[in-house]
Nanobody
Framework: QVQLVESGGGLVQPGGSLRLSCAAS????????MTWYRQAPGKQRELVAL??????TIADSVKGRFTISRVDANNTMYLQMNRLKPEDTAVYYC?????????WGQGTQVTVSS
């Protein structure tokens, strides 16, 4: 059974930092393309950052502030978020594509507010 478990969300003031984690099980993590998405209230889900063995991409809206990384030995992906803005408020989801199939985590809420 595939499980993706996000953690690290919460309430932070503008300009603050958070680090999200996505712990995966039931997949061959090193063979998977891992992605962070987010969905703000009333908006469509959008890609934030993607990483696999070949590429690492990040959305223009967060470039220079967010960093995606992974530790294959721990089956974990991370999203370091710095200089957070109110518009970063959203539910952040972990996605894994393994053997051509997508899997989703339950999401973690990030709220940026003073």
């Amino acid at each position: 059974q595939v499980q993706l478990v996000e953690s690290g969300g919460g309430l932070v003031q503008p300009g603050g930092s958070l680090r999200l984690s996505c712990a995966a099980s039931g997949i061959i993590f090193s063979d998977s393309t891992m992605t962070w998405y987010r969905q703000a209230p009333g908006k469509q889900r959008e890609l934030v950052a993607l990483i696999n063995s070949s590429i690492r991409t990040i959305a223009d809206s967060v470039k220079g502030r967010f960093t995606i990384s992974r530790v294959d030995a721990n089956n974990t992906m991370y999203l370091q978020m710095n200089r957070l803005k109110p518009e970063d408020t959203a539910v952040y989801y972990c996605n894994a594509v393994w053997s051509g199939r997508p899997y989703w985590g339950q999401g973690t809420q990030v709220t940026v507010s003073s």
